[in-house]
């Protein structure tokens, strides 16, 4: 079975600084892998996707996220936040198979940017 | 135009009550969804219909009934409300089964359960 974990619930950090949003998965397939920013009472909404090829995603707003193998991990990175990115971020999997459809999504972390 | 929309946006009733959300997208997509989101924020699939067909039902109680019309609306109706029923419920679509495609989340439906 699949799963995703995130390591961290929250992380505050202050504006302008970097920042890493930590994601594992468990699969013993080959996984799509997903980012999702939720805003405070909104919806979902995609940030960035590793289907195939290069290693290193880019996203909106400036995110970027590398997705490691070996080390099953699909890290969310920025180099500078902004007031704005204060959200829910969700890490998510799904296995690749064309008949399969079911979306893992980790626990989310919260991101808290303090100016 | 919304691509995902949802309602009622919250919805407040009496336990053993019976009531129903509303789902519609108009981005043309064969696949849809429904999710409970907990109070922790975490994020649950419920139901996944492709071109109305029932394609996942996880396992949810059989109070929660969802219902495909067409390929552009997925309702979902609950009967004998409890407690643990209260959440926000997201709907979501997806261009095609299967594949890595994005999904497209409504803004949500808070339902509280008294």
């Not at chain 1, 459809?101 to 808290?112: A, E, N």
Request: overall charge neutral; aromatic content about 12%.
């Amino acid at each position: 079975a699949q799963s995703v974990t995130q390591l961290d619930s929250q992380v505050p950090v202050f504006e302008e600084a970097p920042v890493e949003l930590r994601c594992n998965y468990s699969s013993s397939v080959s996984v799509y892998l997903f980012w999702y920013v939720q805003y405070p009472n909104q919806g979902l909404q995609l940030l960035l996707k590793y289907l195939s090829g290069s290693t290193l995603v880019k996203g909106i707003n400036g995110f970027e996220a590398e997705f490691n193998k070996s080390q099953t991990s699909f890290h969310l990175r920025k180099p500078s936040v902004h007031i704005s990115d204060t959200a829910e971020y969700f890490c998510a999997v799904k296995i690749v198979q064309t008949s399969y459809d079911k979306v893992i999504f980790g626990p989310g972390t919260s991101l808290s940017v303090i100016p | 135009d919304t691509a995902v929309s949802q309602t009622p946006k919250y919805l407040v009733t009496q336990m053993g009550n019976d009531k129903s959300i509303k789902c519609e997208q108009n981005l043309g997509h064969d696949t849809m969804y429904w999710y409970k989101q907990d109070s922790k924020k975490f994020l649950k699939i419920m139901f996944s219909y492709n071109n109305k067909e029932l394609i996942i039902n996880e396992t949810v109680p059989n109070r929660f009934s969802p219902k495909s019309p067409d390929k552009a609306h997925l309702n979902l109706h609950i009967n004998s409300l409890e407690l643990g029923d209260s959440a926000v419920y997201f709907c979501a679509s997806s261009h095609k089964r299967g594949w890595g495609d994005t999904q497209y989340f409504g803004p949500g439906t808070r339902l509280t359960v008294l």
